[in-house]
DNA sequence: GAGTGGTCTAGACCACGCA
DNA sequence: GCGTGGTCTAGACCACTCT
């Protein structure tokens, strides 16, 4: 008699999930080095290859950093590493942009229709707003707001100024990992908004980047539009 | 008394090396079975788990499609699958488009400067420029120039019509993969070609989309300039 | 049942970083 | 020189596909 059969899950991607778990509850925090591979062999019962194969895939989600002679880290979202890893804008001349801020601010208040709908919660959830600028050699080129529940980040506001990666400050001060983004790009025209924090005239051209973040878990938990003026920069992507 | 240490290289790169190589001269064609791991062990004189490593890259690259139970074949690029895996456009509500053309045109002549800047060409290489305009629910919503050098797909306008995604139709016929494209994107104003191409009206928004395509090999074969009405659709992608 | 890719193990050795 | 991750091997067994 034949009971009904699970699923077949090979040994390393529970090996995986296992550590997933530990890290996202914290057991070793980011930039921490975990136990090596041959130890964690031995505590989880199986062979190292095993924990190799396991290791690859979070490597692969960028959830730990192998450095050969030293050791395995849990990923550390760096300020180089984060603003270059979602900033997709580059200059004219195809050079990486290096994001700086300009007139921020940030308030609390009910979040709008279109971040709610985005991020799956319900219009006026109370949520944390943040404007600003951003400035390429002085020049701004792109406006953003960006919308996060305030249940998954309280008290943003004490925390300004705001570092120019928001994710760096999620995983630090929130333990919160963003591991992915969705973004989505139209064109639109300059609306008075735009022009005011931009130095654009109405009706130019504007490039806008809907964004929404999501975390090693699942979980959406930060919504973003940019709106960027294209004849300063432009956005560079590689698909393969 | 030591020579010169050569940089270090893994075997398993080298035998991946060795595959691309074979693949790209014919040896195997796409959709082609290739010989098991163990014949591939044997053959080159180093063990299975050697050959799955290089495996394990030459599928992460889509190179190979490996199908358990039956074995390794050369990847094909279908219809299906080459259109999804470039073409980013989505509906308003986030549907995937399948992009069927209308009004196609192809005609050989000089290549423009902004096509040959991109390819690394000089300017007035002969090159084919196919013109078509994309429509989704027969309403058009981007009008594409595509512009490939003539010497790299010779009598290329004697495949009309051209399929949908012309990356099944280089590979086929000319045994040339594209693995990746380097696409850069822009907001623009409508002109008067986009006007009449696209049923707008001039001064409205557009999503200009410029794209090169590389093969494995890395030489850049395909230019293309988009423009896109994204009040029909807009540019959809995951970072990670 | 035969053959293929996929998993898992155990052990050896290599390249790297650091003290 | 030691400990780490990275490579390479050899062999066993599992899951899948087709005959």
Redesign the interface.
């Known amino acids: 008699m034949e009971t009904d059969r699970q699923p077949y899950r090979p040994l390393y991607t529970q090996i995986q999930e296992a550590l997933v778990r530990r890290i996202v509850e914290g057991e070793w925090r980011p930039g921490e080095l975990l136990p090596s591979e041959q130890a964690l062999a031995l505590q989880m019962g199986v062979s190292q290859g095993t924990i190799r194969k396991a290791m690859d895939a979070l490597e692969t989600?960028?959830i730990i950093d192998r450095r050969q002679g030293k050791g395995t880290f849990v990923a550390e979202l760096t300020q180089e590493k984060s603003v270059y890893?979602?900033f997709?804008l580059?200059r004219p001349d195809g050079r990486r942009i290096v994001p700086t801020s300009g007139n921020e601010t940030v308030r609390l208040q009910p979040m709008g229709a279109r971040a709610a709908l985005a991020l799956g919660l319900a219009e006026g959830t109370p949520a944390f707003e943040v404007l600003r600028t951003r400035l390429v050699d002085d020049q701004p080129v792109a406006f953003e707001r960006t919308i996060v529940p305030e249940k998954v980040f309280p008290v943003l506001d004490r925390h300004s100024p705001l570092p120019n990666a928001l994710f760096t400050l999620y995983q630090r001060e929130y333990g919160i990992n963003v591991?992915?983004?969705?973004?989505?790009?139209?064109?639109?025209?300059c609306d008075e908004q735009d022009a005011a924090y931009l130095g654009l005239t109405q009706?130019a051209?504007?490039?806008?980047i809907e964004r929404v973040a999501v975390t090693v878990t699942g979980e959406r938990v930060e919504w973003r539009l940019s709106r960027?003026n294209?004849s300063l920069c432009?956005?560079?992507?590689?698909?393969?």
Chains 1, 2 share one sequence.
């Open positions: 989600e960028k890893r979602f997709r580059l591991v992915s983004t969705d973004e989505r790009l139209r064109a639109d025209l009706g051209p504007l490039l806008e960027c294209t432009m956005y560079g992507i590689t698909l393969t």
